[in-house]
Structures are given as structure tokens and as C-alpha cells.
């Protein structure tokens, strides 16, 4: 098994937060994915998805960092004070860690996000973050309707009023704030997919109950024109998470990254 090692990464927020690195075997430098996981999740994933993706990536040599997101798993911050803004500073910081890492290779750094990670994934490529790949697991391009999905109608309400909401996911409580609807006036999904100059790959299930597949598909024909590579691969059966097709999920994603 390849060697993990716990890091703390310090945000330019002077808050920590806490990563796993996964070291690739063999000789170095190896390319690096930096995994994004998505909104009120951890860098443990359910299903252990992103355990389970670093495994799985590391035995094609390339390392996986996967960390917490601020208000999230072991670091620092709130999840009610959560916004677009600070996901992209806080991926910011992991990048900047692991391009300093002896064993990576500084100019192959590639991120891995799901949900409200892709999200940031792409946000992150578009305002010339130093990555040179990406690929987005169930992204989304309308966030007050996903937010309403992910916390309830309820939840939702009192946030869109200015009010912090409590709510249950995956059988957890976590309270949400209004700070990631006010902060997102400059979010748009098509136009950051058509400024990303890295090569993307989204992967969508066809069965995704909280972004449903078409807006995806939207968001893609809607850029199609855009310079760059780009792809849209439909895992069919798959739901948001994709539960039952980590080994086709984790397989199109390393392929992306071993092309390059």
C-alpha cells in the first residue's frame, strides 16, 4: 500500500486545515490530484469515496492530497460561514502546499472535485490557479436550487431570509448560513467552463437526483464553442454520489489524468 501521511495547510484566512496525503510508489517527482470533496462532506467521502479514489489513483503514480474545506471534517471554521470565495482560497492553499512538496512534480497538478468541489475545481482553473487538469464529479450550475435539494425547503427558506439554518444530511447535523447565497453573485458555471483553459473532464450520473443531469447537459452544449478541451462523460445508472460505480468513476477520471 502506498505511504499516507497526515499535513496541516494553512489558508491565507490563518485557519488549518487537515489533509492526507497519499504518496504514489516508485521514484519521483509524480503528479499530484488535489481532491475537493463536496458541500457538508470530508476528505473521507461517503462510501469512503476519496480513500477509496486515492487508492485506487496512487497505484498509476500519481499522489493524492485530499483535504477538509474550512467548517468541514478536522479543520478549522464553521460550516455556516461557508462561501465560494473561501473554497477557492482554501484550494488555493492546498495547491500552493503540494507544488512545494519535494516528491510532486510542480507543473503536474491536477484537481479532483465532487458537487460543491467540482464547483470550485473549475472555479479554481478559470482564475488561473497553477493546475493543468481537472475533472468534476456532479457539478452544478444552479446553487440556490442545489442548496435546496442538499438541506431541505425548510432549511432553505431560512437561509435565503439571512437566517443560519439547521439540517440533517446523511444522518448528521450541520447548520448552514446565508453567507454561500450572498457570496455567490459572480457565480456562473458556463462562462467559468468557457474561461478554463486546462483540459475538463465532467463526469455526470444519469440517475443524479440533486444536479439533475440536463442542467449539466445545458451548461455543456452552452459552452461548446469555447476554446479548449473539454468533456462530458454519463455514467448511466450512476445517482450524485455514485455509490455503485466508483470503479467507473475512478477509472474515467485516472485515464484523464494518464493522458496527460
Given at each position: 500500500?502506498?505511504?499516507?501521511?497526515?499535513?496541516?495547510?494553512?489558508?491565507?484566512?490563518?485557519?488549518?486545515?487537515?489533509g492526507v496525503m497519499?504518496?504514489?510508489?516508485?521514484?519521483?517527482?509524480?503528479?499530484?490530484?488535489?481532491?475537493?470533496?463536496?458541500f457538508a462532506g470530508t476528505k473521507v467521502g461517503g462510501s469512503r469515496r476519496?480513500?477509496?479514489?486515492?487508492?485506487?489513483?496512487?497505484?498509476?503514480?500519481?499522489?493524492?492530497l485530499r483535504f477538509d474545506f474550512v467548517g468541514c471534517g478536522d479543520s478549522d471554521g464553521e460550516l455556516a460561514e461557508l462561501t465560494l470565495a473561501g473554497e477557492l482560497d482554501d484550494l488555493r492553499a492546498a495547491v500552493a502546499t503540494v507544488r512545494a512538496w519535494p516528491s510532486?512534480?510542480?507543473?503536474?497538478?491536477?484537481?479532483?472535485?465532487?458537487?460543491?468541489?467540482?464547483?470550485t475545481a473549475i472555479r479554481a482553473c478559470a482564475r488561473g490557479l497553477p493546475v493543468g487538469r481537472a475533472v468534476a464529479w456532479a457539478p452544478f450550475a444552479n446553487l440556490p436550487g442545489t442548496l435546496e435539494r442538499l438541506i431541505g425547503k425548510d432549511a432553505f427558506s431560512l437561509v435565503r431570509e439571512g437566517e443560519i439554518a439547521d439540517f440533517l444530511y446523511n444522518q448528521q447535523l450541520f447548520q448552514c448560513g446565508?453567507?454561500?447565497?450572498?457570496?455567490?453573485?459572480?457565480?456562473?458555471?458556463?462562462?467559468?467552463?468557457?474561461?478554463?483553459a486546462q483540459p475538463l473532464l465532467i463526469i455526470h450520473g444519469s440517475e443524479d437526483a440533486t444536479v439533475p443531469l440536463a442542467e449539466v447537459e445545458g451548461v455543456f452544449q452552452a459552452t461548446r464553442n469555447a476554446p479548449g478541451l473539454?468533456?462530458?462523460a454519463v455514467i448511466e445508472g450512476a445517482h450524485h454520489?455514485?455509490?455503485?460505480?466508483?470503479e467507473e468513476l475512478f477509472a474515467l477520471t485516472v485515464q484523464w489524468f494518464r493522458d496527460w
Open positions: 500500500m502506498a505511504k499516507m501521511e497526515a499535513l496541516v495547510i494553512e489558508n491565507r484566512r490563518a485557519q488549518q486545515l487537515v497519499h504518496h504514489a510508489e516508485g521514484a519521483g517527482p509524480h503528479p499530484c490530484l488535489v481532491v475537493c470533496h463536496g476519496f480513500v477509496n479514489f486515492a487508492r485506487y489513483a496512487t497505484g498509476f503514480g500519481l499522489s493524492v510532486i512534480d510542480s507543473e503536474r497538478i491536477g484537481v479532483v472535485g465532487h458537487c460543491l468541489g467540482a464547483v446565508p453567507a454561500l447565497l450572498a457570496g455567490a453573485g459572480d457565480f456562473d458555471l458556463p462562462a467559468d467552463i468557457a474561461s478554463t473539454r468533456r462530458l454520489s455514485f455509490p455503485y460505480h466508483q
